[in-house]
């Protein structure tokens, strides 16, 4: 895009202040390390976020032009467009924008299969065709305004994902995109909770067709075809359902009924644009999300081994210079394929890319890339082929360091990322880091303008990870994070975390450890305050933050309301060190039957706290509120909150708008058929009244699955139907019943926990009589941790 900041005045109907200066990309977040020349920042007040806050910043890092939703004092030199909706005003300029394409658009849209399409189209789109797509999965209101934006304009095709989550939306994301044709992928469950009936969803999804010249959809959908015939019946429509499969396909990634029908999508449009029929033996998996992995020698993987395009590049290394958190970063890069731009101007752009994010190592993979060597100013190697880099990869290409590995689906990345992970167990604990964002946005929406939050990280993050999560809720603006012991926060601020971390069972062993890696103490006797006080005062420090907790009825931990003229009198005599926080606990704030006791201890930490902070002479944040209690008691938020099990994705009863983060995954590696009589397990604990099939998981207690788990107390999904085990777990592995599960076969995927009802960590805390929180922290750390992040 090019423009002038009074076109784009103009096109929203915004006021210009101060210079008229040109804009070329946009740019949303402050965090991002990689705008290039003449950016346009955009600033927006959103539910938990406002963005106005940055504009100083952006104004030091040399941004000049800016979309605001108010007048802002900015030095000579600088311009900007006032509107009453940032978010408007982009959409605007992204629906004019559309008007100067002249290729042909793509829209795609429905409930399931949206990215995995639209890749695969791409990766059957002729050489020689120049195309765009929007990166990953930029579907939505902001997402989509910004993949129009991205279109250089000499594109044959765009190819723009959709996606809404309530009614109303695709009204406004049709006005963006206007597309020529719609492929619509699936109309199902996801995102129903907005709507009334899939039909309710189904109309809003064919509002994107509304000037369509060209429709595909898949006839084993009636509800879909039906509506599409009545609403759209004199247009060219195409059922997919009619595009024939070869007769063998690939094994892996078109096995499943949706990937066939993904796969008929791709002929039909393939047909619809005149290309010859797709190459299915070139279909690549789709990487929906970036992961994130622990690697040898002490680096972390970035993995995005199946997508590499200028875009997703520039959004990659983003999100590398924030994980990498001062730590030395290594792209590891393949050629970049059908760009359309010639290769002194493409390289030029990926090296100026690879120069802010501060990448101090770049290996190249691929003829394009080797030539265009003289580019890249830090150190450098390159190679031919993926063979020869793996043959050549050092120890110092990642001891260490953060590593995005960015690969073309012809570039087989995803063996360079097996080479470098650390840990090789089959099972994986799969995180979600855009889910708990999402859950961290909605306990954020329920507190009062002003009040702070505390998330918990201890015992890992609760099974899910440390440095990862911890990493992400930095990036979020999150005050304080929660560790449990000091090791735990040691770990945080060797591997970069710089904001407060507090300890809530600080002993005295650790404290010099503590005020050596500034971590802030839980204090809670006069005996932890002294010993505290002596560690800082060996150092010389005062006024060092610690945080005072009080015993308002749970009696674990905590100074009683008779000590508090005592403890203003001590911290008056000690000057090492300064209160920041004082705090409690609400023991059951998530039971209703006990809301009065609550609603007591809440009264009593307030008349507690109150007259400690008001002995100090200094002011002090105050907070008891849990998760449970910001969604029952909003009169415990006073200064801040805490955040522990909601952020994970559950409430203090089950809640449909929180979303589960980890799913246990695993995979089959032996099949035995056996016939009825037979015994299973130690103690032949498993007895078969029938001729079985049984299939063995490596998935045993000491990895976390509860012995009380075996015979048939629980089971597990394959192919999205339930197998209960059989006889008792053992340490390393298990055995579950397959019987009555067509054709499985050896490796393939097992579910042990996840998302979907009925095999969820709340089920499974059911059958334990326990609680979620024992489930999650009981995966083992042998199991490999995967973080996935749009």
Known sequence: MKYMLSEIARICGGELIGEDLPVARVLTDSRNCSFGEEPLF???KGTNHDSHAFIGEMVRRDVKAFLAERKTQLPAGCGCVVVPSAIAALQQLAAHHRTRFKGRVVGITGSNGKTVVKEWIAQQIPAGVKYFRSPKSYNSQLGVALSLLMIEGDEELALIEAGISCPGEMVRLERMIRPDTVIFTSIGEAHQENFTSLEEKSA????????ARTIIYHGGSSLLERMIRTLYGGRQL???????LPEQLPAGVLESGAGRVDAQLVGAFCRVMGFPDPDFGRIRPVAMRLELKEGINGSLLIDDAYNSDINSLSIALDYLHNMAAGRPMTLILSDIEQSGVEDGVLYGEVARLVAAAGVSRLIGVGDRIRNAGANFACDSAFYRTTDELLRNLRRDDVAGRVVLIKGSRDSHFERVSHALERKSHTT????DLDAMIHNLNYFRARLRPGV??????????????DFEVAQMLQHQGVNYLAVAFADEGVLLRERGIRMPI??????EGSFDLMVAHRLEPEIYNFRSLAFFSKAVERVGEESYPIHIKLDTGMHRLGFMEGELDMLTETLGETPSVKVATIFSHLNCSDMPQEDRYTREQIARFDRMSGR???????P?????ANSAAIERFPEAQFDMCRLGLGLYGFGFEHNDELKPVSTLKSRIVQLKHLSAGEAVGYGRAGKLTRDSVTATVPMGYADGLDRHLGCGRWSMLVAGRPAPIVGRVCMDSCMIDVTDIPGVEEGDEVVIFSAVPGNTPEDMARVLDTIPYEVMTSVSGRVKRIYSKE
């Open 42 to 44: 955009v600033a927006m």
């Open 204 to 211: 809003e999804k064919l509002v994107l067709a509304k000037g």
């Open 238 to 244: 195409q059922d997919a359902a009619e595009y024939p």
């Open 428 to 431: 994986v604990l799969e995180v």
């Open 452 to 465: 702070r939050l505390v998330a918990m990280v201890k015992a890992a993050s609760y099974g899910a990870g």
């Open 502 to 507: 507090v300890v809530l069972n600080a002993d």
């Open 612 to 618: 400690l902070a008001a002995a100090l002479p200094y």
């Open 620 to 624: 002090v944040l105050r907070h008891t």
